[in-house]
């Protein structure tokens, strides 16, 4: 039985999952405080409800941390986020937690999380962050701590994974996209995430489509990133559902407009 929280109708739209993009959390610089905080994603969860989305992601993507774990007051934040916003919403709620701090991630399941993206798990890659002042750092899982903490604290949790993920550079060269999704399969991710270069920058429709022939017709395929009204019909020809946070609003500074999210679902049948 799949643990994907969201439903799927053979009949209707791909299920659209939607970004809640967090400013800096308590604890980092230019934090606007947990009480602005929580009414952004507040007003950002109501707008995906209105908008017909299938589930919510919480990312801290203004996130400056050293290496991939997150400190206490900033992971604390979001646990007190999730748990107030799960509470309140019926759509199924997920979270990102940046640079890719998977221990911290797992533990916001007891809050309320169902589901848990995680940027990278089976790639040893290098951060690229183009947008961040923090010096480049590499990021290899271990799997035996992952396994770990998910059986541990989120047994029932999704898990989804992205491969050769954007803002990252790939440390071994010979690591073919096929493979990495064939090794993250069977280290236990429940879909696959493909994205493009960047936040807002699409993958190609082939690079989706090597991931779907690689994971196999029962495997959930996520397009990760640059997915909008023109190009989603192309982008979900070989994928199961889309993430999306840009194409929500008119700049990622701005809240997200339900109107923009009606538009999306309404192209993703």
């Given amino acids: 039985m799949s643990r994907l929280p969201w439903t799927s109708s053979p009949n209707g739209p791909k299920p659209l999952l939607g970004m809640l993009h967090l400013d800096p959390l308590p604890g980092q610089a230019g934090s606007p405080g947990f009480p602005a905080l929580l009414a952004r994603a507040r007003a950002d969860l109501r707008a995906l409800e209105e ?25 604390a934040a979001l646990g007190a986020l ?12 997920g979270v990102n937690v940046l640079p890719n701090d998977y221990r911290t991630a797992f533990g916001l399941v007891p809050c309320g999380v169902s589901f848990v993206w995680l940027d990278v798990f089976v790639d040893r890659v290098r951060t690229d962050y183009a947008y961040s002042p923090v010096p480049a750092f590499e990021v290899e899982v271990d799997l035996e701590d992952l396994r770990a903490w998910r059986a541990r604290l989120a047994p029932e949790a999704a898990l989804l994974a992205s491969v050769h993920p954007k803002h990252y550079a790939l440390l071994d060269s010979d690591d073919t996209l096929e ?16 994205t493009g270069a960047a ?24 397009v990760g990133s640059g997915v909008d009204a023109s190009n989603a019909p192309q982008l979900l020809v070989a994928a199961d559902a889309a993430i999306v946070g ?21 192209s993703f049948g």
């Fill in 51 to 75: 908008g017909g989305a299938a589930a919510a992601l919480l990312e801290n993507w203004k996130d400056e941390s050293p290496g991939p774990f997150l400190g206490p007051d900033a992971a």
């Fill in 246 to 266: 840009s194409s929500l609003k008119t700049s990622l500074s701005d809240p997200i407009d339900p109107t923009r999210v009606r538009e999306l679902v309404a």
């Fill in 199 to 222: 936040t807002g920058s699409a993958p190609d429709p082939a690079r989706v489509a090597q991931v779907r022939a690689a994971a196999g017709p029962a495997a959930c395929v996520i």
């Fill in 82 to 93: 999730a748990a107030i916003l799960s509470r309140e919403s019926a759509l199924p709620l």
């Fill in 179 to 194: 493979a990495s999704t064939q090794r993250a399969l069977e280290a236990g991710a429940d879909a696959i995430v493909v």
